[in-house]
């Protein structure tokens, strides 16, 4: 078994391997460019042994921000031909060129959590004052163009904004989009790096692909995308990130100086609302919500207890999520599992429908943690890190066996590694 150490300096070598330039890969071939919320955990592992470097990571993520406000879930630094699909498909023109859809709202909280932790406070101040107008433009862009009706949730219009591509939560809603007879042939390229019983089914990706024409025909018009798309669903992931990053804007705001707090509290009033909604209290889980038809969306997924990230849940509807949790682990040797294992739906190794994910169980664990559940805390913790000291720094890992799955060499998870190794608790001052 390697020790501590080496993993730590294999963890390093990921990410010095990894780095482009300002911009961090998630892991060569599969994911050629900068992704958002990989870009934020990627930060957050950079700051263990270079703080400048943490900081350029979010520079550069921002160099592809809409004028609008929106920040892309790709940015295509420079082309690259081992993925799909890339610029030419998504036929977005801004410089550098980007996809047309967003990520998981990572990173005013991290942000937060860098500032509070850096050694170089000059710098790290510097950093996030010269960063905060453009997360304050980005979150203005979900309220405004996502939000429009104030309902204190966020409408997502592709599984790729989640980041939980193929989760059986959205088989419904893509059931529901009917691939589009003219869409131009494509080659899927992610399935000449992982095996396909890890990746996402070809009638997915025919959806996926149906949805960007679907947005080039709208113009990339979100209000009118808002009504046309038939992809509609409130997703957990998304709107306990934007909460709990909202939270942190706020904070941002006073700490820096600014004067936002009023309008960011009124966000905060809405999406406290908005998630406790979305509580189920027969399953004790929260769930997602299909906004086409307006019913949740009852299966248990990861996401299902971000509630406790973004600090909206009661403590008796926590108690019951840590109850639910236990149920699931009595079911799998490593947690979180991304589906719930009793679901007809789990699939073990395929990408979204079963495995294990370091960054989410890093929100997770931080969740339970803060409403005082420090032993299911310390438990995700301990698993993630044996997961990598098994079988490395994958992209994902199988629930029951521990095998390391998808991507090979992953920032995220190298980084998530090298922020927890050291620390005494699941806590995130662990930074
Ligand atoms: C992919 O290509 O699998 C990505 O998850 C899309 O962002």
Known sequence: MPTQESLEQEA?????????GGFTIPTAGLYPFQWLWDAGFTALGWMQFDEGRAWQELKTLFRGQWENGMLPHIVFHRPEPTYFPGPERWGVAHIPPTSAITQPPVVATFVRWMLEQAQNQA?????????YPHILAYHRWFKRERDPDNTGLVTVLHPWETGADNSPAWDQALARVAVDPALPPYTRRDTAHVDPSQRPHQAEYDRFLTLLEVYKRAGFDQLRLLCECPFRV?????????????RDLLWLSQRLGFDHQAEIAGWLEASQQGIEGLWDEEAGLYFNRDLVSGEPIQVGVSASFLPLYAGTASPERAERLLHTLQGWASQVRYLVPSTDPQSPYFEPQRYWRGPVWAVVNYLIALGFREYGHEQIAERIRQDTLELARRAGFS???HPLTGQGLGGRAFSWTAAIYLVWSRATSAAHSAL
């Open 123 to 131: 710098l790290a101040e510097a950093e996030a004052k010269s960063l």
């Open 395 to 397: 992209e994902y890992y």
């Open 12 to 20: 390093r070598r990921i990410l010095l391997a990894n780095d482009r």
């Open 234 to 246: 409130a997703s957990l992931l998304i709107d306990c990130v934007l909460h709990r990053a909202n």
